[in-house]
């Protein structure tokens, strides 16, 4: 069993221990349900860097990144950095994230919040919306052609945006849908965790230009995102960058500043 198989079946078994406490009928009644979304995609479109800055505090791959940090804190100083958006880790056990994080970021900034998930059912994409995000991420290694259908049309059903990420030309190609706004190539390697930005430049090809494209993991330098500007993308997720210093916000600002 690879890394990601484990979390993919503690996830299922989460996933129907909350649905058998929490019914769809109060994630609906929640006061953030109503909320106006902010489109992740547009802030992409218009912006000249494309950081997608993240709050992580552990990772699998790397254990401790960042346990110190405040999510407020992350929070508004990425939005003083000028980040087109901010992703939160909300599995608890692999990544030490939860959906409290989600709520304390939204309340302490007003940018787009991607809800950074094993998404494996709709209610997660419910709960996302309950919580106040503005974008999911649906993983096309863990899902078919058909779940990726019905969890992206259900996330444009309650006016979130979707990023759908990618390893490889399979993935991609039996997940190009209109119900995805984001396409993401994960430069990480799924069996050897080994990282490289030569697939991201591989894929950009045969991504459909009604997409915007996003490059994740394993971006560190203002060099590499120049050299995948050419390819393409509009969108770079940064991780462990910024989250493994002592004051993510400041490195933030100091890297978007080095970029423009």
């Keep these: 069993m690879t890394i990601l198989d484990k979390i993919i079946a503690d996830k299922y078994k989460e996933v129907a221990l909350k649905k058998s406490i929490i019914p769809i009928s109060q994630l609906e009644a929640s006061v953030l349900f109503e909320r106006e979304t902010v489109s992740l995609a547009n802030a992409l479109r218009k912006s000249n860097t494309g950081i997608i800055a ?4 552990r990772s699998p791959s790397k254990s401790v990144i960042n346990q110190n940090a405040s999510v407020e804190d992350v929070a508004k100083g990425y939005e003083h950095a000028g980040v087109c958006g901010m992703s939160v880790l909300t599995d608890g056990k692999y990544f030490g994230g939860s959906l409290d994080d989600v709520l304390l970021a939204r ?10 998930e094993f998404i494996i059912d709709e209610y997660q994409i419910l709960e996302a919306k309950a919580h106040g995000t503005d974008v999911i991420l649906l993983i ?6 058909e779940e990726i259908k019905t969890l ?8 979130l945006d979707v990023l759908l990420e990618v390893h490889n030309l399979e993935e991609l190609q039996k997940s190009i849908m209109p119900s995805l706004d984001m396409l993401g190539v994960n430069n990480r390697n799924l069996k050897t965790f080994e990282v490289s930005t ?3 430049k591989e894929l ?4 459909p230009d009604d997409f915007v494209k996003v490059s994740e993991s394993g971006i560190s330098s203002v060099e590499a995102i120049n050299e995948l500007k050419p390819f393409g993308y509009q969108g770079f ?5 910024f989250m493994k210093t002592e004051n993510p916000g400041k490195s933030a600002l100091e890297f978007i500043r080095e970029l423009s």
Excluded: C, M
């Design 107 to 116: 309340a302490s900034a007003q940018l787009p919040i991607l809800r950074k």
């Design 152 to 159: 992206s049309e259900t996330a444009k059903s309650l006016d």
């Design 140 to 145: 096309a290694a863990v899902l078919t052609r």
């Design 204 to 207: 950009s090809t045969h991504i």
């Design 198 to 200: 030569d697939i991201s």
């Design 237 to 241: 997720l940064i991780g462990e960058n």
């Design 54 to 57: 993240e709050f992580k505090r």
